[in-house]
């Protein structure tokens, strides 16, 4: 399932939120490649501008609180570590 969490992480002046799989990665390249993404991977999950949550939650992405992210990562074995490109 793909999961989204709230706008809440900072970065050159916007906010974004973390969209990630709590099974594969590529059920989270598919999903992303579904709506429209491209660049914004990182490690494990892919950075969405707050103005295109609405957009993503629309195509039916469950929204959780942002704890909840990292514990489905490490939950499907997908939470990479900052030593990780």
């Given amino acids: ?3 989204i969490d709230r706008p809440i992480f900072h970065r ?3 906010r974004f939120a973390h969209l990630i799989s709590d099974l594969s990665l590529d059920e989270l390249h598919d999903g992303a ?3 429209g993404l491209d660049r914004s991977f990182h490690r494990d999950h892919y950075d969405i501008p707050e103005e295109y949550v609405g957009e993503v939650l629309a195509a039916g992405v469950h929204q959780v609180d942002p ?3 990292v514990h489905a990562l490490r939950r499907a074995g997908l939470r990479a570590s900052r030593l990780q490109r």
């Fill in 1 to 3: 399932m793909l999961l």
């Fill in 12 to 14: 050159d002046g916007r």
């Fill in 33 to 35: 490649r579904r709506l």
């Fill in 67 to 69: 704890r909840e992210i």
